[in-house]
Nanobody, 122 residues
Framework: VRLVESGGGLVQAGESLNLTCESSRFTYCMVWFRQFPGREREAVATIGGDPTPTYADTVKGRVTVSRDRWKTTLYMELSSLKVEDTAMYYC????????????????????WGHGTQVTVSS
C-alpha cells in the first residue's frame, strides 16, 4: 500500500484547507495524524467501515473527513483554522485491521504517507 498526501500549504487563521490522501488500494481503517514539533502526534480523524469518522476533540466541529466511493481516497476539510493547527499532517492506513473498534488504535497503523505541511499564520 502506498499513500500520497496533498493539499497542505500556508493559510491565514480562519481560512479553510482541503487535504487529500490517495491510497494505492483499499484499506479498512484510515486516519489523519498530525505531528507538532517536539510533541506527540495526534490522531485528528479516523474512518473505518462505518462512514462516520471519529474526530479529536481539538478539531471537532472544524474538520470533515470522508472517503470516495472506492474508499481509496481520503479527504479532510479543515475549516476555521487556528495557528495551533500548524503541523505536519500524515495519512496512515492499517493493513491488518478490519473492524471499526480498532480503527482508533494508533498502534495499528503500519503504512504512512510522507506528510503535507499545514501552516496557519495569525
Amino acid at each position: 500500500v502506498r499513500l500520497v498526501e496533498s493539499g497542505g500549504g500556508l493559510v491565514q487563521a480562519g481560512e479553510s484547507l482541503n487535504l487529500t490522501c490517495e491510497s494505492s488500494r483499499f484499506t479498512y481503517c484510515m486516519v489523519w495524524f498530525r505531528q507538532f514539533p517536539g510533541r506527540e502526534r495526534e490522531a485528528v480523524a479516523t474512518i473505518g467501515g462505518d462512514p462516520t469518522p471519529t474526530y479529536a476533540d481539538t478539531v471537532k466541529g472544524r474538520v470533515t473527513v470522508s472517503r470516495d466511493r472506492w474508499k481509496t481516497t481520503l479527504y479532510m476539510e479543515l475549516s476555521s483554522l487556528k495557528v495551533e493547527d500548524t503541523a505536519m499532517y500524515y495519512c496512515a492506513a492499517s493493513t491488518s485491521v478490519y473492524a471499526d473498534e480498532y480503527c482508533t488504535h494508533s498502534d495499528r497503523y503500519d503504512v504512512w504517507g510522507h506528510g503535507t505541511q499545514v501552516t496557519v499564520s495569525s
